[in-house]
């Protein structure tokens, strides 16, 4: 080879490598996340594992996270208190655990009579939410971003059946959020419990019924083994999302690469875990039935219209806590007229007539 063309290609090869690996210059950032959720939890653990694992993989190697399930390093519902004092740089979590620090937090997972997952997402991301979301959560120097949804959950497990809301009456019931304020509402003790610890107060009678999510995630938490009765629809979580909560010094402090590497990671997940969700449910629930004689019920009519006039109430008294958590309220209830109104005469009607045509309920 002659010496001129070895230098020119020698040249090029090394000016290829320079462009080719930045990141091998620049040292690795990394991420500690905690979760609400235990290591290889069916469903919601393994989401937030694996959008871990995709930051990781989208980055490039530039970032790098280390992930603490609950109890790994905080408890579940410290996680909120960890990463606003910047003891951790983020959390998964779903954010109406956070309600006792401002009301509003629980428009951002679910409230009752509220928006399904797709409804929520179409708020959040062209209705103004997320720019609500960012302004609540710059006043616990937080920014999160929406990370995974379960779609619309199951009414909840129940040691007895529900035939009119005086059964309510007494009972002792885990369920979170404005859902839960409802039921308080009907006379129901209500609990806020990690996951982890929900089926361990079940077994012992310490709650007598207890929501969690659906049919696939329900299945391993194996509640069939002390109630029985599982209600199918439910009103305090038709969908919703759950959050990426990050210290906001943090965020602030990512360059744009990071913020879209991050960014991009959690849109992944928002949708994957939901579908992953859907794809599943209704084979679980077949084998909740066969494999563990599980009894299906629904909510009746006057049940479905306690659950609404108790919501009604709520919903003001949230209202009035703040000027914040009014603006999120109407915001919220807004988008709800709007995209529910409209999927009401197209996509709900449709599933309806396609659904007695081909004989599906």
Request: charged share 20%.
């Amino acid at each position: 080879m002659e010496r001129r063309k070895f230098l020119t290609s020698a040249a090029l090869v090394g000016t290829g490598a320079a462009l080719a690996s930045p990141a091998l210059a620049q040292s690795v950032k990394t991420i500690t996340i905690v979760s609400t959720w235990p290591r290889d939890f069916p469903g919601l653990g393994t989401s937030a594992q694996r959008l871990c694992r995709r930051i990781d993989e989208i980055s490039g190697g530039a970032l790098k996270t280390e992930y603490f399930a609950a109890g790994e390093k905080v408890g579940a519902f410290d996680s909120f208190d960890e990463v606003a004092a910047g003891n951790s740089d983020a959390y998964i979590a779903a954010e109406y655990y956070w309600g006792g620090k401002h009301p509003a937090y629980n428009y951002f997972t679910s409230v009752p009579f509220g928006m399904t997952t797709p409804e929520w997402n179409a708020w959040i991301k062209f209705g103004g939410g997320q720019e609500l979301w960012d302004e609540l959560a710059s006043g616990f120097n937080l920014k999160a971003l929406s990370c995974g949804g379960t779609g619309a959950q199951c009414g909840g497990w129940f040691n007895k059946e529900i035939n009119s809301p005086d059964d309510l009456q007494g009972l002792k019931m885990r369920i979170p959020g404005l859902g839960g304020t409802v039921m308080s509402k009907l006379g129901v003790s209500t609990v806020s419990l990690p996951g982890g610890q929900i089926y361990e107060n079940l077994v012992s009678g310490a709650v007598d019924a207890t929501e969690w999510v659906g049919p696939y995630n329900d299945y391993f938490m194996k509640f069939y083994e002390a109630a029985k009765y599982y209600y199918t629809g439910g009103m305090h979580e038709p969908g919703g999302g759950l959050g990426f909560g990050m210290n906001l010094d943090f965020w602030n402090n990512c360059n744009d690469h990071e913020k879209a590497v991050i960014t991009a990671a959690c849109m992944e997940e928002n949708a994957a875990q939901p579908e992953e969700a859907m794809a599943n449910n209704g084979t679980y629930l077949q084998k909740l039935v066969d494999e563990h004689g599980t009894q299906l019920r629904s909510y009746n009519d006057d049940v479905w219209d306690a659950f609404g006039e108790a919501s009604a109430e709520v919903f003001e008294e949230t209202r009035q806590h703040s000027e914040m958590a009014a603006r999120v309220n109407d915001s919220y209830m807004g988008a709800l007229r709007d995209i529910g109104g409209f999927r009401a005469i197209a996509e709900i009607e449709f599933s309806q007539q396609r659904n007695r045509v081909l004989g599906l309920t």
